[in-house]
């Protein structure tokens, strides 16, 4: 069992920063594939950035060159850094931990880009 606990999210002006962070228990870390999703109102969860175990970084289109993904295994911690924050990034993010055929979530962290 994994437990994902994310935070760093709030209330920002269009090209603002935020840094998500996720942290997983457990001892098994290193080895999970690890994303970002998000989910805005009345639309359906998608994929934001993932990061396998081995450190391999893949991004949706709409936010790649301006979201970073980056785990720190010593840590327990997934992290999301997103720059140039636009009004569409405003969703709730999850964290989502997978390995083999099972498959974690976190409980979300609001990120609202507003003027």
């Known amino acids: 069992q994994v437990q994902l606990v994310e935070s760093g999210g709030g209330l920002v002006q269009p090209g603002e920063s935020l840094t998500l962070s996720c942290a997983a228990s457990g001892e098994l870390f290193s080895i999970y594939d690890m994303g970002w999703y998000r989910q805005a109102p009345g639309k359906p969860r998608e994929l934001v950035a993932g990061?396998?175990?081995?450190?391999?970084?893949t991004y949706t289109d709409s936010v790649r060159g301006r979201f970073t993904i980056s785990r720190d295994n010593a840590k327990n911690t997934l992290y999301l850094q997103m720059n140039s924050l636009k009004f569409e990034d405003t969703a709730v993010y999850y964290c989502?931990?997978?390995?083999?055929?099972?498959?974690?979530w976190g409980q979300g962290t609001q990120v609202t880009v507003s003027s």
């Open positions: 990061m396998t175990g081995r450190g391999l970084a």
């Open positions: 989502n931990a997978k390995i083999t055929t099972l498959n974690y």
